[in-house]
């Protein structure tokens, strides 16, 4: 029985893990993988105390702090299910089960699907959700970024030195990303922008050789030989059914990352936090910690 388990690994996981450890609990820390959304993120500019650098190299520094405290954690492993059993939390993964007196949901989210045809079929086969893994696959092609947010044009950043053209295909008018950020897209000749601009299809032959879009009536073909699929992200909340969530899937929490469950808290992008920033997320994970703490202590 440990007295916390923390759920993911990203920015939310990690602070309220090293903020459980100074408290001396006895936790573990579940995840699929560690750095979460931050490890793939381009060029970080925001997050105070460092002017610049990259998501990698921050996811790299979060788990390095995480590390000195030697918390035990089980890499690459899924939790399936969640639920409170009379005064403990039972949980669930693919590779066994657990108990604790209180848990700490920080499982952030995942990307979001075009879901059109040929999306399956070319997957990994010239159509990718990670500019920052898969880029450098794409030097010297003509690729498409689809989405108009700050992920989209984080990716189309990314892809500047690397790919020969770049598309920036968006449903919306306009783009909605940060200013900064589309000032800095909107000035390169390397960028050609489409707003009002719908993907009706992936064709290719073992991989991707193009995109059918439309613009209104009429169906466009688009030669690429790569794209990224940059539209937004969904939570990872569908292992946990009985705490509140609102119509995203996102769970509900009080300003103590309470849910309406005693002893099951959220933390980060999983939640319904109105802002869904890394800075954001590593306060929300230390405010869960002690909250839990809190909880913990007043239930013995």
Known sequence: MYDLIII??????????????????NLLVITKDIGGQAAWSGDI?????????????????FEEHMRKFNIPLKENERVTEIKKIKDYIWGESDKGSYEARAVIIASGKKTKE???????????????????????????????????????LDAVLQLLTIAKHIYLINAAANLGAEAIMREQVEKNDKVTIMNNTQVKGIFGDSLVKGINISTGKEIKTLAVEGVFVEIGLVPNSEFVQDVQ???????????????????????????????????????????????????????G
């Open 114 to 152: 075009l879901g059109v045809p040929g999306e399956k079929e070319f997957k990994n086969k010239g159509l990718t959700y990670c500019a920052i893994c898969d880029g450098p696959l794409f030097a010297d092609k003509e690729v498409a970024v689809i989405g108009g947010g700050n992920s989209a």
């Open 45 to 61: 500019e925001n997050y105070t105390g460092y002017q610049f650098i990259t998501g990698p190299e921050l996811a790299g520094k």
């Open 245 to 299: 969530k609102n119509e995203r899937g996102e769970i509900k929490i009080n300003r103590s990352n309470e849910t309406n469950i005693p002893g099951i808290f959220a933390a980060g992008d999983v939640t319904d936090v109105q802002e869904k920033q890394i800075i954001i997320a590593a306060g929300e994970g230390s405010k869960a910690a002690l909250s839990a703490f809190k909880y913990l202590a007043k239930t």
């Open 8 to 25: 993911g690994a990203g920015p939310a996981g990690i602070t309220a893990s090293v903020y459980a450890a100074r408290r001396r609990l």
